[in-house]
């Protein structure tokens, strides 16, 4: 297997996290790069670190290599950028947005 770095955008809703029989967490989330998506596994201690960093439309910089169902297994990630959400908190007057009425 080689090693492969690929920069790309998070593309999936949640990033989930399976059991294993072993006990070792597996995360699993979709990364977008070039306009394709590649599947993507972390696992072990890094899996809780990085759903704890990571959401929908955060950028990253993977280090991984692929393995036989064609899936990115992650050896190192770096975080280059995090989601904002200016747009949903304030309104475009810059007053925050009143609470939802029932």
């Known amino acids: ?11 999936s809703e949640e990033i989930k996290v399976l059991k294993t029989d072993n006990g070792i967490p597996l995360c699993r989330f979709t990364l977008n790069t ?15 670190s990085f759903l704890y960093e990571a959401e929908k439309d955060t950028i ?11 899936q990115l297994v992650v050896i190192r990630y770096i975080v280059l950028k995090k989601p904002t959400y200016f747009g949903k908190i304030f309104n475009y007057k810059g007053h925050p947005l009143p609470f939802a009425k029932t």
């Open 60 to 70: 990253l910089s993977i280090t991984g290599k692929i393995n036989h169902k064609d």
């Open 1 to 11: 297997m080689e090693v492969v770095i690929v920069e790309g955008i998070i593309t």
């Open 34 to 48: 070039n306009g394709k998506n590649i599947n993507c596994l972390i696992s072990g201690k890094k899996a809780y």
